[in-house]
């Protein structure tokens, strides 16, 4: 047999504000290989690597926001070392804290799991004839009971639901049976661990202050900021959106990569917020919310939406404050109702949603 050859392999961190940063690794028994910074603040190293799997991080000075004695934070840069995880890394070693990367045929794989049926011809159903399900992973599992909204590996599949591989799998199997995969994505904020935030945050969040103080029970860690970010002449040479950037990766590989069929973004703060959208009825004894969403285009296009949050079921229930009157017609049913005054009485039942559309024209 013919000797493997070893191929370059590349390693990559934007960290346009850190002074130095160090490839650490198994393929160097952990001393760390200097990293050359680029004008774009992006950190690239090209290493000699054998097909195998290999644990990394980098080596770095993190910057770290500090409050004063003013009140005001600041970035601060601090003179010790921290090894980081790499943000992009698809596999890591949390007892290590290391990111855990795979060369096969000299270039970086994710697994080796071959599609079954992606050259099927499958008969989905229209989109018209759209019926979505939402399935927590979490409920068939024994011990693994986090919703995932404070997320830490952002590329990374949670071990306890089992590896990349298995979800494919998964993939390919629902796609087999015509039922299409949607993902829901937490674009809004990140848990605190998370290497983004512990290399530097400034680029990537709002760190100075909260988003929105007015409403601090929605801050459930540090926020991504998408606004645009200037770039310091002396340190980087083009306008970047970090954290657009970063998102916009992130979702491109979980399509590309595991061939999902769309995304429910979640951004709570902004949507709950939206000039087109009225909560008019708030019953928190029962919990059941009701609101209405209009177009910007006519504002006499309306959707509402009646949810029954409890697991009880009501007859006759009186939702106040209805303001338009005329025939709404049940989304996902066949049946309407005329709205006469500025209530409306019906059932409903345990964990229901009820969505009535109104047209002008």
């Known amino acids: 047999m013919a000797p493997q050859l070893a191929s370059q392999i590349e390693f990559t961190l934007f960290a346009p504000n850190i002074n ?27 290493v000699s690597l054998e097909d195998g799997e290999y644990e990394y991080a980098f080596r770095l000075q ?37 990111g855990v990367v795979t060369i096969k045929n000299g270039m970086k794989i994710i697994d080796e799991y071959e599609w079954k049926y992606d050259n099927e011809a499958v008969n989905f159903p229209q989109n018209k004839d759209l019926v ?41 199997e629902c796609h087999h049976r015509r039922i299409r995969v ?18 530097d945050p400034t680029p990537y969040f709002y760190w100075n202050q909260i988003h929105h103080p007015e409403h601090p029970e929605e801050h459930w860690g540090p926020e991504f900021n998408y606004e645009k970010i200037e770039a310091e002449e002396d340190k980087w040479t083009r306008d970047v959106k970090p954290a657009v950037q970063f ?7 979980y399509i590309e990569e595991f061939h999902i069929d769309g995304l429910r973004l979640r ?41 029954n949050f409890s697991k009880n079921e009501y007859k006759g229930y009186k939702v106040i404050n209805w303001h338009m009157v005329g025939r709404w017609e ?23 949603g009820i969505v009535f559309m109104y047209k002008s024209k």
């Open 20 to 46: 130095s940063v160090s490839l650490i690794g198994s393929f160097s028994a952990w001393q760390g290989i200097p990293m050359r910074k680029f004008n774009d603040g992006q950190w690239r190293l090209n």
């Open 62 to 98: 993190p910057i770290v926001i500090e409050k004063r004695k003013n009140g005001k934070k600041e970035p601060v840069q601090l003179n010790k070392f921290r090894d980081v995880i790499d943000p992009y890394a698809v596999k890591v070693n949390l007892s290590k804290n290391v």
């Open 132 to 172: 979505i399900y939402e399935l927590y992973i979490g409920d068939f599992t024994e011990k693994e009971h986090s919703w995932g909204y404070a997320i830490r590996h952002f590329f990374c599949i949670r071990s306890a639901y089992g590896t990349s591989e298995d979800l494919k799998h998964f993939v390919d």
């Open 182 to 199: 949607i993902f829901d994505a937490i674009c809004n904020h990140a848990q605190g661990e998370c290497p983004l935030y512990q290399i």
């Open 247 to 253: 998102m916009s990766d992130l979702l491109r590989y």
């Open 267 to 307: 951004h709570h703060s902004a949507a709950i917020r939206s000039d087109n959208l009225n909560v008019f009825h708030a019953d928190m004894e029962r919990q059941v919310l009701a609101y209405e969403r209009w177009s910007s285009e006519n504002e006499d296009d309306r959707v509402v939406v009646i949810a």
């Open 330 to 352: 049940q989304v996902f049913g066949t049946s309407y109702i005329q709205v006469a005054t500025t209530h409306l009485i019906l059932n409903l039942s345990a964990h229901e």
